[in-house]
């Protein structure tokens, strides 16, 4: 395939995730550019309600809206065929999707980000919060990180929050910033 891309494929580099292992099967799906299920297993399993409680989905290489490779309209398709589809699904009425976007065509975010520690948070990341739970009409002007993902899902699950972002926390607060949030602003969870 002439648009692979290693250094976007992480599980390729964990043996456990190599091709043709069990965990790859299980935990690892291709969502390619086909919308036949019979073809796509991502689809396939948002069709059948099979995703598992947290998925994480990166589009391949030429859908990814990188800036000299790829465009924006094409993978701004993808992303909404894959979101009518969990619309769609089984699993719609307690699905929250976090559609994010790194560089959305070379377009990088304009305005200095708050200092936290030494990586960042770098550039504010846009997102959109897609959700039967989502309010209506709300734009949230919360300041959130990618970490902010995470934290939404370990308290969602009522897990203890990671070391890293605990850490990520702590710096925020050392230069007078309160620690970022967890997207639960934008959600009716009531």
């Keep these: 395939m002439p648009d692979f891309q290693y250094h976007h494929q992480p599980f390729n580099y964990f043996a456990n995730y190599a091709p043709g292992t069990a965990a790859r099967r299980k935990y690892l799906r291709d969502a390619g550019l ?5 073809t796509n297993r991502l689809i396939a399993d948002i069709d059948a309600g099979r995703l598992p409680t947290v998925t994480f989905y ?11 490779y790829a465009d924006v309209e094409s993978g701004d398709r993808h992303i909404a065929r894959v979101i009518e589809h969990i619309q769609r699904g089984p699993q719609w009425a307690n699905t929250v999707v976090i559609v994010t976007v790194d560089e959305n065509g070379g377009w990088w975010d304009p ?3 708050p200092k936290s520690d030494r ?4 550039s504010r990341i846009p997102a959109l919060v897609i959700s039967p739970l989502a309010k209506k009409g709300y734009v949230d002007h919360t300041v ?9 899902i370990r308290r969602v699950h009522g897990l203890a929050p990671l070391d890293g972002v605990v850490a990520r926390d702590r710096a925020f607060a050392r230069n007078g910033l309160a620690p970022l949030c967890d997207l639960t602003a934008p959600l009716d969870l009531a």
């Design 34 to 38: 086909g919308s036949d299920p019979s």
């Design 119 to 122: 990586w960042g948070p770098g």
């Design 144 to 152: 959130y990180d990618t970490n902010s993902i995470l934290r939404f």
């Design 58 to 68: 990166k589009p391949q290489g030429d859908l990814n809206m990188h800036a000299g």
């Design 111 to 113: 305005v200095a980000p």
